[in-house]
């Protein structure tokens, strides 16, 4: 079973990373493209994961972690 793709917004931290990386910073266009890209691959997801059992982390949430955070 698929789990969800949840944001969370913060854990430890006071300050949005929003505030702290530059409105023109390049990944930012990066990460919207992302998101764009993994939203539309969703289908796909879903179709290799079982419809039973105990949720995983969602497979959005794993390849973003793989990039430089924005």
Not at 5 to 34: C, G, N, W
């Amino acid at each position: 079973m698929r789990g969800p793709d949840h944001k969370q917004s913060s854990l430890f931290s006071y300050t949005h990373i929003e505030d702290r990386i530059a409105t023109d910073h390049p990944l930012r266009r990066i990460k919207v493209m992302v998101d764009i890209v993994l939203h539309s691959m969703s289908p796909s997801f879903d179709s290799l994961y079982a419809e039973g059992g105990r949720p995983s982390i969602a497979p959005e949430r794993l390849l973003r972690a793989l990039l430089p955070r924005v």
